[in-house]
């Protein structure tokens, strides 16, 4: 997967999760839980959206590499 391309997934799969996230504006190194206030529940989904939309299995201890959507571009790029 292309650097663009994950960045992408990654924009889209957090305006699924939070509609009302600009990520236009967000700071792509920002914490999703502890910046833009992601709950657990909105987390995971964020993770299954990336999960689904890439066609990757993303287990559990990887999910510390997707805080950052800067984090889920190079994990995406790395594994796709």
Known sequence: ????KA?????LSLEMVAPNID???VGWDAD????????SLDF?????GLSDESGLRIEEDDY???FTLNGCVAYL????
């Open 32 to 39: 999703l839980r502890e910046d833009l206030g992601l709950d």
């Open 1 to 4: 997967m292309t650097p663009q």
């Open 44 to 48: 995971l989904s964020f993770v299954e």
């Open 77 to 80: 790029t790395r594994q796709a």
């Open 64 to 66: 510390p590499e997707l």
């Open 23 to 25: 990520t236009a504006r």
């Open 7 to 11: 960045r992408e997934l990654a924009a």
